[in-house]
């Protein structure tokens, strides 16, 4: 044996100084970029937060078993890697005593003969091979070549998927020949439990050759494997619990993330900041967690296949837009590390390579692939290793916008707009309250402070004050709160755009501005709670905000309504015998997981029969405003907005129902199209959850 344990040693000493050379490389690379020390501080902080989420995600793999059948292959194919480690401590020990004492009958000490480790040793082996069959089928099924791109693996490296494949399998059967051929010469540490290993070893010769060979095999192919896996996609094998680790808690959605240079969040009235360094111009302008990102890409197609833009034939592709900056990435590496040590490049070429900007015509992304974003969330909350998409979209659009002045023409009046009149229509804010003219009570106006004994400031938002069709569901939030006797007032003209549009645009300067002003606002007047019915408005007062010294109590007009009705304080009696599909708006659901309280009022209604649409709550489709692309045309294939409906259509429903403005204004327009072609029926209409609610609670009273 003595031959084999030095063949093994030399083997496993080449192998880790190659990966290791490796992941020294990927290191370097990754800490070239500006620091993320806000990760490090709040994974820190968050220590349990953080090791729930290792658990959750990382072992219990709860986000790929939402897709069952690969997600169940893939728990089993990793929890072999974690369990087999075993095996190979087996392994190593039997050719190191096997040259010591020349029998290889090691075992792991204390637990070595124990026949459950043996059992579960071989189920597992088992199952991973199990997992491999499940995988090669899922990808024939869904192989590019005849789903085109529909395939959610359309775009990613599908050969070195393959070979991954046909390395884990050569593992798993040099495994079984290596036990099966110990069994067979009384060398392995388990008389029972382990099933398949036992079975081997009635059937193969005892030979200690075989045992020999087999064992070298067997560390081999593992050894290659692994130099494999740190120069392929399957790097996250190791990086994917740390991109886990640093991402944002809850998880990527909610919040926008503030902008940051050298780590610290910019202050815009600094004299000495550089405009230039404003968002990701440049690959090296990436941080270590935006290289996490890279190298934790499974290119599982997860992302790709919920995506709104590119299920209507558009040119975004959430996974294509991470591979293509790795790409680059690895293609620029050895002139980004060479200038990262001094070293100053006078070849043109190389120049260029390093100069060439993340986004333009020529660039590594296409500004149709980066304004064709609608910040829904779908790639985040799909993605099972905790990739932020929108975190890269919003850093390339933050210096496309603020450095290169270049984004879509339409966007731009709704920039002025939001500078000269605090809204994005352009509208003068003294029609803010126009709205209350309209109700038979009266509605307090906030002056300096709030009136005495007031419960909520009703945010109203610039839709809800001023786009007719939002109006409606603000009136019908305004009666049912003054039904249920809950004092709210409003700011009327005193309260501005809260800055969505502007941050997901990337013109943070201005969304800051626009959120010290309301801040600053809402602070002298004292405000503690707010209610708002817009999800953009709610996502950015309760966590954008704080970012900036604003803290607020901040609820969904759905949350309060669902609330005051549990309590009795109104009461839904009028039936209302429709069918209706409800639409999760995006930054309601996805971004703040408020998905039961607009289907809990619907469900006290009387006579509402509620009709799921295929995608709905985690999996639902975006109506295609958010993002800022409420103010932009879409011009790159089908409307995103006529996706939805037709898909709303296939329920047959009698009402569209939901809880945002952008939402009504964009499945309107859809339904209005479908009514002028004869595809819907004249009497569909989209309302928001309060107008039912204040449709069947005033027919009561």
């Not at 083997?11 to 500006?34: C, D, H, I, S, W």
């Not at 890279?294 to 590119?310: D, H, L």
């Not at 680059?328 to 590390?337: D, E, K, N």
């Not at 007031?454 to 786009?467: D, P």
Request: aromatic share 8%.
């Amino acid at each position: 044996m003595l031959w084999v344990a030095i063949i093994g040693l030399v083997m496993t000493v080449l192998a880790v100084a190659v990966a290791g050379r490796r992941v020294q490389f990927l290191y370097k690379l990754a800490t070239v970029g500006p620091p993320a020390p806000e990760r490090v501080e709040y994974a820190k902080a968050n220590a349990g937060e953080e090791l729930k989420a290792q658990l959750v995600e990382v072992f219990g793999q709860k986000k790929l078993l939402k897709w069952t059948p690969s997600g169940v292959a893939h728990f089993f194919v990793m929890w072999a890697f974690f369990i087999l480690l075993t095996v190979y401590i087996e392994a190593y020990g039997a050719i190191i005593q096997g040259a010591i004492t020349g029998r290889a009958n090691f075992h792991i000490p204390l637990i070595g003969q124990w026949p459950v480790l043996g059992f579960l040793q071989d189920f597992i082996a088992v199952a991973c091979l199990l997992g491999l069959v499940a995988f090669a089928i899922i990808r024939l099924k869904n192989s590019p070549k005849t789903l085109g791109r529909k395939s959610r693996f359309s775009g990613s490296h599908l050969g070195g998927a393959w070979l991954v494949l046909f390395m884990i399998f050569n593992i798993i059967w040099t495994l079984f020949l290596a036990r099966g051929a110990a069994a067979a010469n009384g060398n392995l540490p388990y008389s029972s439990g382990a099933f398949a290993s036992l079975a081997l070893g009635e059937v193969l010769p005892a030979s200690g050759l075989l045992e020999e060979i087999a064992l070298l095999l067997h560390i081999g192919f593992m050894l290659v494997f692994l130099v494999i896996v740190v120069n392929s996609k399957h790097l996250h094998i190791f990086t994917a619990p740390l991109n886990v680790l640093f991402s944002r808690r809850p998880d990527g959605l909610g919040a926008a993330p503030e902008m940051r240079v050298d780590g610290k969040p910019v202050d815009f009235e600094d004299e000495d900041l550089d405009p230039e360094r404003l968002g990701r111009g440049k690959i090296g302008d990436t941080t270590w967690k935006g290289f996490l990102d890279f190298y934790s890409c499974t290119e599982c197609g997860r992302c790709q296949s919920q995506c709104p833009a590119w299920n209507t034939d558009k040119p975004l592709s959430p996974k294509m837009l991470i591979l293509d900056q790795r790409d680059h990435a690895f293609q620029v590496a050895p002139y980004l590390l060479a200038a990262a040590n001094g070293v100053e490049h006078k070849d043109t070429d190389v120049l260029a390579l390093l100069d060439k900007p993340l986004v333009g015509e020529d660039g590594v992304i296409h500004p149709d692939v980066l304004w064709s974003c609608t910040n829904c969330g779908a790639c985040v909350e799909q993605c099972p290793v905790d990739i932020e998409h929108i975190d890269h979209i919003l850093d390339m659009r933050r210096y496309q916008v603020m450095v290169e002045s270049s984004f879509p023409s339409e966007a731009g009046v709704m920039v002025k707009n939001l500078e000269n009149k605090g809204n994005p229509w352009g509208m003068s804010e003294m029609k803010r309250a126009d709205w209350i003219e309209e109700l038979d009570f009266e509605v307090e106006i906030v002056e300096d402070k709030m009136p005495e004994g007031t419960e909520y400031l009703f945010w109203v938002g610039c839709a809800g004050a001023l786009e007719d069709r939002a109006k409606r569901t603000t009136k019908a939030v305004a009666e049912l709160l003054h039904i249920a006797g809950v004092k709210f007032a409003v700011l009327g003209p005193m309260e501005a755009c809260s800055g969505d549009p502007a941050r997901r645009l990337g013109m943070e300067y201005l969304f800051n501005m626009l959120a010290q002003q309301n801040i600053e606002t809402l602070n002298e007047a004292g405000v503690k709670k707010i209610v708002a019915t817009c999800p953009h408005c709610f996502n950015t007062l309760a966590n954008e905000y704080p970012q900036l010294g604003g803290t607020y109590e901040v609820v969904h007009h759905t949350q309060l309504l669902a609330k005051l009705v549990d309590e009795g304080l109104l009461t839904p009696v009028t039936p209302i015998e429709e069918k209706i599909t409800y639409h999760d708006p995006c930054f309601l659901g996805r971004h703040n997981k408020v998905y039961s309280q607009p289907r809990d009022i619907m469900a006290k209604v009387p006579g509402v029969q509620a009709q799921e649409m295929h995608r709905h709550k985690d999996r639902g489709f975006c109506c295609g405003a958010g993002g800022a692309r409420m103010w932009m045309e879409e011009r790159i294939g089908k409307r995103i907005n006529t996706e939805r409906v037709d898909e709303a259509l296939t329920t047959n429903p009698d009402t569209v129902s939901t809880a945002c403005p952008f939402c009504m204004v964009m499945l309107g327009d859809a339904i209005n199209e479908k009514k002028n072609s004869g595809e819907a029926k004249e009497s569909l209409e989209v309302v928001d959850v309060a107008q039912l609610l204040i449709k069947s609670v005033k027919g009561a009273s």
